[in-house]
């Protein structure tokens, strides 16, 4: 399994005992990613015996009744890999607190029952609430007297949208470091805890064959694509605010590219690597508002089929305002200036209801400096390309131009090919990885408040303009692979979008 990068685990694999609370515990991302994911690393037995999980919430629960529904919601979830011994472990480390996230005596509380039951003093407290909650529940916690380490350590674990914008995200930030210290923070973006993301390093940093050429001087543009064929499930209220700049590309496809374009960090220290990733983004070239036309494109999805079933528009989804102009398709082209990455095109883009659901960074050579093979039935040499494919398999392949059986100098391309897929009782995600560095305290997955900042720098020009251009915006069919007007954005006639491995 993925750990962080310079992991702190014991050698056992056995993450520190602590109390995990999660707020919003009955909430979408409690219930399907953090209790499966806490699940799983009790099934491989990375949970410290005395580990307790403690959920807050407004029902009017008791213990047995979150047990109950954990128990049948993961069930449902996990069918094949259920284990009934572990099961019943795993209910044994649950309990549940009544409260109200705004009101301090309901955290009051919280600190009585987490000293009651003893345990472990460390404490880890996971925001899986409204990202407008953010800070009210952190100061809450600080008054309280939750952050103080006076007796083990505490853990505030913040997922994205940090923030809606530059300014919200700075003002987002001093909030939670009225009572947290940056050491505390844990902004999760959980792309970081998937396999390849950081396979992504290996593959770059562990062999000598491809860094030379990893620049300027032999890649003609880079392509990072993050494609969903579903849509935006129930979550109308938050997607419709976002929209797919916001949701995708400002964290998981921004930080993809960081792993992509980066140097190599002086050590796998957190701080290290993070130095490198913000050096990243620190170089990406501003788009001015007159050039944001050039340089990103917006679409939104209307009826079609996807998998052979119709699907609904988005206008057409639950909870959407029959006007939005919500993006559910982002592109944008970057460019990094620095010595390495100056004037080659980085095309990133993301969408839902698209033919398939896939990730993947695709890495176009340049062609050979001498058209050697002109005078031969070679007409044209398809350049080389590497593929690093992120979901739903990890994948890195090479593809090469070899000659084809026969008397004539024909090529042929040839892929050099390493597929993983593992199978699924094997297979721990992006979240079991990342919560158990929270537990380590390893925050060299998490993003440091500045690799935030300088990613929302990248955007916000382009959120900005297409705030102000709300009556129109470019469709395609839900199962189509996004609008051809996309391909606007292309440097040259030779690009095209790459979209299957
Ligand atoms: C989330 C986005 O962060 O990432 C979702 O909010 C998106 O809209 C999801 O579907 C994609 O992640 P994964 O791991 O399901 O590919």
Not at 8 to 27: D, K, N, Q
Not at 356 to 368: K, L, W
Request: with cysteine.
């Amino acid at each position: 399994m993925p750990g962080g990068i310079a992991s702190s685990g014991g050698p056992s694999g056995l993450a520190h005992p602590c109390a995990f609370v999660i707020f919003g515990a009955t909430g979408n991302l409690a219930v399907n990613k953090l209790l499966p994911a806490l699940y799983n690393l009790d099934r491989h037995g990375r949970l410290a015996a005395s580990m307790t999980i403690v959920g807050f919430g407004r029902r009017a629960w008791s213990d047995a009744d979150w047990r109950e529904d954990v128990a049948a919601s993961l069930r449902e979830q996990l069918k094949t890999t259920i284990q009934d011994d572990v099961l019943g472990r795993f209910l044994g480390r649950l309990r549940f607190v009544e409260g109200d996230l705004q009101a301090a005596e309901d955290y009051q509380r919280l600190r009585a029952r987490l000293l009651e039951e003893g345990g472990s003093t460390n404490l880890i407290f996971y925001l899986a609430i409204a990202p407008d909650l953010y800070s009210v529940v952190s100061e809450r916690l600080g008054e309280s007297g939750l952050h103080e380490e006076s007796a083990g350590w505490r853990r505030l674990v913040v997922e994205k949208p940090f923030g809606y914008d530059l300014e919200s995200a700075r003002m987002l930030d001093a909030r939670l470091h009225r009572f947290f210290t940056e050491k505390q923070i844990f902004r999760i973006d959980h792309y970081l805890g998937k396999s390849t993301i950081q396979n992504i390093l290996v593959f770059r940093f562990a062999n000598l064959f491809l860094e030379p050429l990893l620049n300027r001087n032999y890649i003609d543009h880079v392509q990072i694509t993050h494609s969903e064929d579903k849509g935006i499930a129930r979550r109308a209220g938050y997607y419709d605010q976002a929209g797919a700049l916001r949701d995708m590309i400002q964290s998981h496809l921004l930080q993809m590219l960081t792993l992509v374009a980066m140097e190599p960090p002086a050590c796998l220290e957190a701080e290290a690597l993070r130095d490198e990733k913000v050096k990243v983004l620190r170089s990406i070239r501003p788009i001015p508002p007159r050039a944001v036309h050039a340089h990103a494109f917006r679409a939104q999805y209307t009826r079609g089929m996807v998998r052979g079933k119709p699907v609904p528009g988005y206008l057409e989804e639950e909870g959407v305002s029959p006007h939005s102009t919500t993006e559910t398709y982002a592109a944008l082209k970057l460019y990094i200036d620095n010595w390495r990455w100056r004037g080659v095109p980085f095309y990133i883009r993301t969408g839902k209801r698209l033919p398939e659901g896939s990730s993947m960074v695709s890495i176009r050579f340049r062609h050979p400096p001498q058209q050697l093979f002109r005078e031969t039935p070679i007409e044209q040499l398809k350049p080389n390309w590497l593929l690093l494919g992120i979901q739903p398999c990890d994948s890195l392949r090479l593809e090469v131009q070899t000659k084809r059986e026969g008397l004539e100098l024909r090529a042929t391309t040839t892929q050099l090919d390493a597929t993983y897929c593992e199978s699924e009782a094997a297979r721990l995600g992006a979240y079991e990885a990342l919560l158990l560095d929270v537990m380590n305290g390893d925050q060299s997955l998490f993003l440091r408040y500045d690799e935030v900042e300088w990613a929302w720098r990248v955007v916000d020009p382009v959120l900005k303009v297409w705030a102000q251009e709300r009556d129109f915006i470019h469709t395609y069919p839900a199962g189509s692979w996004g609008p051809e007007e996309s391909s606007r954005l292309f440097d040259q006639d030779d690009h095209v979008w790459r979209n299957a491995l």
